[in-house]
């Protein structure tokens, strides 16, 4: 008889345990990019702070290919949540461009980091509006860049046509400076200035170019891959106005069947530890995690990301959710 209460007390045990190691067992993979980069430790850091503040669930992050890589082993389950940008998660989620016919039923977490378009002309050229770069001497972006062909894209929506100069950062740099080519589009660095642009003014002031209202409903319109970023006064650097233009967001996205609850404790992790994020990527210093997730998604966001930020007092539109 008392062999019989000593194992069923064993069995008890036993069982707690197994259960408490199943329940403790969900483990997570992260694709990110290359190591090289500073996006890889970024996430780094977000791995670091879901395994100390998200009980019960364990992640590791895997160097890939970024965000096509990722988006691929998303859906063969190789990865469970990684690096897409948002211009790309709305080709994969609608199974166009790369993934035409072969969508990838992703949601998105949140959007860590903006990457603002900026038109940047010489401030003596006399340009005032983007319309105003009709016929101007002006590089989209350098050669084979996602920058070139989405400001072309841009462009062609909006129904200006400037005189397309091409070629590297290096060159365009050094030919605004000599006045040869008037201005260029370039990727911020989040919501700044990038060093090139900052090189720029340097020596040669420049302005920043905005859209209209109109041109910016044009392009939420035909291009809904693209974003709609409004830079505020001095947000581009000291001195800046205000302005809007066209972005895409660096978003982690994950599969679409994770979890609720698990998705609904990571994001509230990663909004409630922002300081060891900037600490890895500086773009995130005093920035609005949710509210850059909410302006800069072009896809849906995850049930457990929606139910997170509503908590918070954010209004989740109609569009991003599932």
Known sequence: MAYTKQASVLAVVISLCAAGVAHADTRLTIGSTSSSSSHYGYFVAVSQIINEHVDDVRSSVMETGATIDNLRRIKRNQ????????NVAYDAYHGEGAFEGNEVPTNVLWVYGPS???????????????????????????VGSGTE???????????????YVRGSTTDMVNQIKDNRVKGYVKSGNGRMLDASSIDIATMTPVNILGLSDEQADAIRQELPSLGIMNIEENEAGDGYPAYTTWAYGNTVSSRADLDEEVAYNIVKAIVEHQDAQAAAFSVLKDADIPEMTIELATTPLHPGAIRYFEEQGYEVPEHLKP
């Open 149 to 163: 062909a989405t400001a072309e894209a841009v462009f062609d929506v909006i129904g200006v046509t400037p005189d």
């Open 79 to 86: 990865a469970d949540m990684g690096l897409v940008t948002t």
């Open 116 to 142: 603002a378009q900026n038109v940047v002309v010489r401030a003596d050229a006399g340009l005032n509006t983007i319309s105003d770069l009709e016929g101007v001497k002006f590089n989209p972006g350098i």
